[in-house]
């Protein structure tokens, strides 16, 4: 007998072109080849229809994300008030189908009396107050800095709702820590990702990346990091690529003639960046979550040194290279970069890699539903 799940997402997960999408959905594709039969509830604001997902899920509903400054003025957290909607109520009232939250974002009904019999799976991309916590940092608009504030206090109460969860599934084994110590009932479910196999080439490239979502705090904070702390250090040429590159980039980027930004490039352009790329440096100062690029950056890249940050709790730390400091990170750059990647290194990747497979990652989910 066929399995069925109500997936309720925070976005429309389709294209996968960012972080929190790019898990929901190649869980997605990994449960339909599963033969899971899949209700798919999407809030949608800023995408549009996408009727590729009509060819993996039984049915696709769209809800309008309300947007109202009125949210703001609720105890809920603006994230979740802003998703709450009867019509999404009303479906999952259609039958009696295991649901999984796709985020705190998503868990308004998390608590509802007529769901409390139900098996209810919460997906925790991360601890969302900590995260938006983190959000403050640097940011110098007050209202911006604010609202970060207040929406981490609201995100830190309303946690408390996860007591209703039969289940919540965390993306680390840090944040699986910390989940299990509060709520118990919590399982390790690594997010998915495109990548089936490790594709990594042997040899040389000729450059250092960065690659990112260009517009978001914290990768505005990695890029500047590097161009200002790693750059002067180092004579390699160095990329920065991603989305919607901010204007902070791109004029710190100007000042030096060894930086070139790509902006907004194909998914197809970015991967023939990873893959020929000597390095791939994907620093961070946010232990939060776990940073998919990274994923794709190992599966399809050389050499990756990272800042202990990147991989905090992760189970990645030995698939990277680890520095601390600015220093640290400009000395292992000038060696690897005389340093050809090798068929043992590929070997001891695909090695590390294999817990880290979607069906490894599935596996518990598919046992619960």
Do not use: W
């Not at 009509?54 to 008030?81: A, D, G, T």
């Not at 796709?102 to 900590?130: P, S, W």
């Not at 904070?221 to 989305?243: C, H, T, Y």
């Amino acid at each position: 007998m066929a399995k069925h799940l109500h997936i309720i997402s925070f976005n429309v997960p389709y294209p996968a072109d960012y972080g929190g999408v790019i898990d929901v959905f190649y869980r997605i594709r990994s449960l339909h080849d599963a033969g899971v039969k899949i209700h798919l509830h999407c809030f949608q604001y800023g995408r549009e229809v996408a009727k590729p997902l009509n060819e993996l899920c039984e049915e696709v509903i769209y809800y309008k994300r309300s947007m109202s400054v009125l949210n703001q003025l609720s105890v809920k957290p603006f994230i979740v008030k802003s998703r709450a909607n009867r019509k999404l109520l009303r479906n999952l009232l259609l039958n009696n189908y295991p649901i999984l939250f796709e985020g705190l974002h998503t868990c308004n009904y998390l608590t509802h009396r007529k769901l409390a019999d139900r098996i209810k799976i919460v997906r925790c991309h991360n601890i969302e107050h900590d995260y938006y916590t983190s959000l403050t940092r640097g940011v110098k608009s007050p209202l911006l800095s604010a609202y970060f504030k207040t929406e981490a206090a609201k995100l830190k109460r309303f946690e408390k709702n996860l007591e209703h969860a039969t289940t919540i599934a965390a993306i680390s084994e840090e944040d699986k820590n910390y989940f299990s110590s509060k709520y118990g009932k919590t399982f390790l479910m690594r997010p998915c990702h495109p990548s089936m196999q490790v594709l990594a080439e042997e040899g040389s490239g000729e450059y250092i990346l960065y690659h990112g979502d260009l517009s978001t705090p914290e990768n505005i904070d990695s890029a500047l990091f590097i161009i200002q702390d790693i750059v002067p250090g180092i004579k390699q040429k160095l990329i920065i690529a991603g989305k919607n590159p901010s204007k902070k980039i791109t004029t710190a980027a100007n000042q030096h003639n060894s930086i070139q930004v790509i902006a907004n490039p194909t998914h197809d352009e970015l991967q023939l960046l990873i893959a020929q790329a000597h390095v791939n440096l994907l620093p961070t100062r946010q232990a939060t979550g776990f940073k998919l690029k990274l994923m794709n950056a190992l599966h399809n890249g050389r050499f990756c040194v990272v800042t202990p940050e990147m991989v905090k709790g992760t189970g990645l730390e030995t698939a990277c290279i680890v520095a601390t400091s600015a220093d640290e990170i400009c000395t292992i750059l000038e060696d690897l970069m005389r340093t050809p990647f090798s068929e043992k290194d590929i070997e001891k990747r695909k090695a590390l890699l294999e817990p880290f497979s979607n069906n490894a990652s599935i596996a518990h989910l598919l046992q619960i539903i």
